[in-house]
């Protein structure tokens, strides 16, 4: 994973940032391997975050730094995209586009739920996936989803 959102923000990058000193796309995490489905839907959720703190948390050629961190155990994981630029207005409603559709309906054919947490400086957007390992499981039964699982919903923390 690490290798594939390396190089999916290079491409991000080269093609969306003027100035690669002003805005560093940086990527933690991700040493694994996951199935093909879920690293297609996880790839289309970096690029629907990062793109959208490239175009709302740098305006006015405000330098800035977007990471991209993913981090699992076992069936288990996290994916933070988080800026340090200017955060979500604290006072107006949140508006939420297509792009936080896209998202959530991204996180919720992998089980996972969406936060939205203001930072500050900045925005973070965690997609988690939670998944009780029972000890009865047989291997390939770990990495199906729960019965029942709900879909994914966005939460914004303030």
């Known amino acids: 994973?690490?290798?594939?959102?390396?190089?999916?923000?290079?491409?991000?990058?080269?093609?969306?940032?003027?100035?690669?000193?002003?805005?560093?796309?940086?990527?933690e995490g991700g040493d694994g391997v996951v199935e093909a489905r879920v690293s297609v839907s996880l790839g289309l959720i970096v690029t629907e975050l990062v793109i959208n703190a490239l175009k709302h948390a740098f305006p006015?050629?405000?330098?800035?730094?977007?990471?991209?961190?993913?981090?699992?155990?076992?069936?288990?994981?996290?994916?933070?995209?988080?800026?340090?630029?200017?955060?979500?207005?604290?006072?107006?409603?949140?508006?939420?586009?297509?792009?936080?559709?896209?998202?959530?309906?991204?996180?919720?054919?992998?089980?996972?739920?969406?936060?939205?947490?203001?930072?500050?400086?900045?925005?973070?957007?965690s997609i988690t996936h939670t998944r009780i390992a029972l000890v009865e499981d047989e291997p390939e039964a770990a990495s199906e989803p729960l019965a029942g699982a709900r879909p994914a919903s966005i939460a914004i923390k303030s």
């Open 60 to 125: 006015d050629g405000r330098p800035g730094i977007i990471t991209v961190d993913y981090n699992f155990h076992g069936p288990n994981w996290v994916l933070c995209v988080r800026d340090d630029g200017v955060g979500m207005p604290l006072i107006a409603p949140v508006r939420t586009g297509l792009g936080t559709g896209i998202v959530a309906a991204l996180a919720a054919q992998l089980h996972a739920s969406v936060e939205i947490t203001p930072e500050h400086p900045g925005t973070q957007v």
């Open 1 to 27: 994973m690490h290798a594939y959102f390396t190089q999916l923000c290079e491409s991000i990058s080269a093609s969306m940032i003027g100035d690669v000193g002003q805005i560093a796309l940086i990527v």
